[in-house]
């Protein structure tokens, strides 16, 4: 029989940090929004509109990245969100001050994230995450077959993959936004509904396979890669946008390939087999 590693309650610092973390995510997330406009590539050469396109595109997903994953690493209790948030915060702030004109979304994000940088140097969230260089060295000392049949928490790395997986499927709703609501343009044509119809399977797609993450079902081993080959086609044949669903899969991708995440990943039906007997 097992016996539970207790873990300390995170003191406030670390918890407003998380969630300080977590809300830059968002701002980020909406300044990528125009990516999806036509007008944003107007008066650029034909041949520059694809890299343009590729370029903001790997910017939008480390600036969404960035924060979402240190906030995970955060109530880990990992040290190195410290040092990452600063110098991503001082990115930001200068990003928006060298700006001709203030960006209040950035600014927000920026905001945010120097507040949490400062909340991660206070003396409680610093013994917060020291302490993690203890519990490290014990679990690695834990025998061989302790991971045999994982328990019912979801692994970190198998959580993260969830959520990026689910962040990339909430990019093929921006689409359909764009197109259910045109403004004071003409509805949707049959191509545009044609469209939506496709970027609603995709999403839902998505969402699919990053439940099925969470769950521990053995066939997301088939559907990352089908959904990683899916999102290669349509960034070649249709819209250079889809490279960022491209980078997401491969992050979610090489979270799964971590030991956590295998020996979690297809045990769902020995849980059950365990829960029966």
Known sequence: MSVPVTRPAPPSTVRWATLLLSACAGPSLINAVPLFLPSVYAGLPADVVAPTAVLLALVSVGAVAVPASAALAVRRRRRWPRIVIAVYAALMTVSVLSGASPNLVLLGAAAAALAAVILLWMPAARRFAVSAEIERPERARRPAGWNAVPSRAVPAPVAAASGVVTFAGAFWTIPIAFILFPGPQPGPSASDWQTVVLAAVCAAAHFAVAFACWRGQTWVWAGVPILLIAAAVVSLRV???????????????????TRDARAYLGTSATRRASTRS
């Open 239 to 257: 819209t250079p946008v889809a490279l960022l669903d491209v980078g997401l899969l491969l992050v979610a991708l090489i979270l799964l390939l």
